[in-house]
């Protein structure tokens, strides 16, 4: 069992930035696949980024490319959202989720645990 808590959520104006973090409660982090992923009111939850057990390997949504970075310290057991240029259409509950001995998951029903989720909003 891993518990994981986001933290960093808020409100911001468009072109503002938040930074999101994810603290895992598993020593063993550094073997689990980690993925941000969103939720906006009505819609289906998705993939935001992905990054590998290594932090080498890192994936994107087409959407968030060149504004948003995802890296991980391993020693710390803790994964960060960096969400630069933000825009209205941003706007969602971020969830942080993690998957053991994996690649690079890019789907929920590949992930195993999950946060609680942190609201960013977004206005314009």
């Known amino acids: 069992q891993v518990q994981l808590v986001e933290s960093g959520g808020g409100l911001v104006q468009a072109g503002g930035s938040l930074r999101l973090s994810c603290a895992a409660s598993k020593h063993t982090f550094s073997t689990y696949a980690v993925g941000w992923f969103r939720q906006a009111p009505g819609k289906e939850r998705g993939i935001v980024a992905a990054i590998s057990r290594s932090g080498e390997g890192t994936h994107y949504a087409d959407s968030v490319k060149g504004r948003f970075t995802i890296s991980r310290d391993n020693a710390k057991n803790t994964v960060s959202l960096q969400m630069n240029s933000l825009r209205p259409e941003d706007t969602a509950v971020y969830y942080c989720?993690?998957?053991?001995?994996?690649?690079?998951?890019?789907?929920?029903?590949?992930?195993?645990?999950w946060g609680q989720g942190t609201q960013v909003t977004v206005s314009s």
């Open positions: 989720a993690v998957r053991r001995d994996y690649g690079l998951p890019l789907t929920t029903y590949e992930y195993e645990y």
